[in-house]
């Protein structure tokens, strides 16, 4: 396994139009999260996943957002009706959650959004 | 709700000098994490630390978890090129683990 996957890893659309990202996790892992890095910021948490059970949505996202954890496998994150806002790099982790300790987050490298 | 600050925003450092970042929480944490960021790149994970009063070392770089629990610190000796980049402490905001961020600290080191 060669750790997260992301795609694509630019998209750049029009404002208006619908963006669908996916991520691969690690194999084993169980806990799945989308962050959005904008420059200069730390990683803003979005939503995650404990298998395919979304745990929390951030109160931040618009109803324009909406992921996906179908069998616990892979995740998809869409964004409808994209706003020039929504430009920034979305970033997909994964980790081995046990319940005595958080697990430290794997990334992928990111899909990169620009909104014209 | 929880919040992670991180000081400085910024760290200019000559080659070879030391410094130290800290982070803080406004709540207790279980553990806390940090991360390093190379320009362009992503997150990775540096270390874990989860007792009270935990100091770990990785080479040149020390972590430190303060006794409340509640701050932590990164010191970094005889700093070297390949120390730039942005490092990112980030604690579980919630009891299933879920990690909030600091907006971290973005390094500079001058030859």
């Known amino acids: 396994d060669t750790g997260v996957s992301q795609n694509p890893r630019h998209k750049i659309t029009k404002r208006g139009q619908n963006v669908t990202f996916r991520c691969d996790p690690i194999s084993e892992h169980n806990r799945l999260y989308w962050y959005r890095q904008t420059l200069g910021q730390g990683p803003e948490f979005l939503t995650y996943f404990q298998n395919e059970a979304q745990l929390e949505k951030s109160r931040l996202l618009s109803d324009r957002f909406s992921a996906e954890r179908p069998k616990g496998s892979f995740s998809t994150l869409e964004i409808q009706r994209t706003e020039q806002g929504d430009s920034a790099m979305y970033l997909c982790a994964s980790s081995l959650e046990s319940l005595a300790v958080t697990g430290e987050l794997f990334f992928g490298e990111g899909s990169r959004l620009t909104v014209l | 709700g929880q919040q992670v600050m991180q000081i400085p925003q910024y760290q200019h450092v000559q080659e070879g000098e030391d410094f130290t970042t800290y982070c803080n929480s406004s709540?207790?944490?279980?553990?806390i994490q940090w991360y390093k960021q190379r320009p362009g790149g992503h997150p990775v994970f540096l270390i874990q630390l989860v007792k009270s009063g935990e100091v770990k070392k990785q080479k040149r770089l020390t972590f430190q978890f303060g006794e409340a629990k509640k701050n932590s610190s990164l010191h970094i000796t005889a700093t070297q090129t390949t120390d730039v980049g942005t490092y990112f402490c980030a604690g579980p905001q919630d009891s299933w683990g879920k990690l909030q961020f600091g907006a971290g600290t973005q390094v500079v080191v001058t030859p």
């Open positions: 709540t207790t944490l279980s553990n």
